[in-house]
């Protein structure tokens, strides 16, 4: 059996143009990381790794353009290298734990070559007989967030069976990645779809990306800052407490509507309180996975546009209305591929320089490693997520509700993120708790860090 080759998927293209245009960029890759606190089998793993990517074709993928065409190349056999190991068992204390940190940072900043080998590596760092560190990174042209969660499951099954030399107890594999993709270009070659793609479109006409002001300034004779063009972010992490998480729950559930729903409109509300511009676009991670690809792996995951038009002299709960019935909207129509909807959009004689999203608000996809005998901690380590100004992702579980928060720098400094972290928190308590009082009538902009719009920069004691 040779190699199978097949189009570039509409969902893969805008992670392929961003690649060509900065092939040396760590946007998109999506690690695991993980300290594990038992014996570790590196030949267990560097089997469990080719088996995963002989059951999962896009892990076994490659891209090729040709005069302007992108085809997608699986390689029938996974010929990976051999998991990556960096061995510090003779270091100890401060020494080791400063290498560990360098070889986690590396690990999930490497790059891969698209167009070389499959955009898959594992990276085991063996600090001594009974603790190893563990990085798992693969890029999203590959593999969106809950296809991670079938890999990582299937590493772990193939893993633990290997050590036990037992026969894994694994799934049946779904059709692969290019049985999606022809199903999804036959379904956009279709008169209808061709119809809603233009009218989702046209309801888009005059929309910009909405974005939370920055300090650029700031950056202004700091040699240190970034320039425009750099992608590094600023990741925080923020964990509403046990009270605020149980109303944000309490509040959906009465509102007929969802916690994320509750936790967007809150972001919808800041924004248009922190701009002045009630016409809210924002971009959400939707997923197009069917029953039929439901184990497949590869980018089933859209970016559906929402666009609210928030009144602040009104009540949160009317603007709950509003962000819940546009985000329903979206999602009915999230087979519609962002970079057409972009492509369109922009076509269609949007301003010239603006985005149709700068800020992405998602909700996260859960999954987790098991490899049996010993302990297992998982680290969070997001790296930068493309051209968007922020982008945040929520995770909500019965044990509660986290907000990771990525700033690009070359937009927000790192207090000026810090304070609109806590910002968040306020605001969203004090809509929860008043949601029947005009919003305007709350003091929300009083609780917004000082940034002078005008300017685009933090206002000082003087400008206050």
Known sequence: MGEHIFPLGPLQEQFWRFWRQNPRSTAYIMP???LFDGAFDVAAATFALDETARRHESLRTTFREVDGTVTQIVSPDP???????????????????????RAIADATNATFDLTARPAIRLTA?????????LVLSA???????????????????LYRSARADTTPELAPV????????????????????????KSWVEGLSGAGGSVLPGDSRAAVGNPAAPDNGDLSTTLLSTTLDDGLAD?????????????????LCAMSVMIAAATGDGDVCAGTATSCRTPKFART????????????????SGTFAEAMHEVSMNLLDAIDNKDLPFSKVADLWRADGSPAGTELVRTTFSAGASGGLALG???????????????????????ITEAGIALDWQYALRAYSPQLSRDYCDAYQEILAMLLTHSETAMDSLGITEVLPLVDRRTDGVRGEADA
């Open 32 to 34: 695991e990381v993980y």
């Open 174 to 197: 779904t059709p692969g990645y290019a049985a999606f993709v022809t199903d999804q270009l036959t379904a956009l070659a279709d008169d209808i779809s061709r119809d809603d793609l």
């Open 139 to 157: 890029h999203q042209i590959i593999c969106d967030g809950s296809s991670m969660a079938l890999v990582v499951d299937d590493f772990g099954e």
């Open 373 to 395: 005998e010993g302990t297992l901690s998982e680290r969070v380590a997001r790296t930068s997520q493309g051209p968007f100004d922020l982008g945040v992702v929520c995770d």
């Open 247 to 263: 109303q944000v729950v309490a509040y959906g559930r009465r509102a007929g509507s969802t916690p994320f729903s509750v936790l």
């Open 79 to 101: 010929a990976h290298a051999p998991v990556e190991v960096l061995d510090l068992r003779e270091l100890s204390g401060t020494a080791q734990a400063e290498r560990l940190e």
């Open 125 to 133: 760092v063996l600090l001594s007989d009974r603790r190893t560190g």
């Open 297 to 312: 792996v590869g980018m089933l995951t859209n970016m559906a546009v929402t666009r609210s038009r928030i009144d602040l």
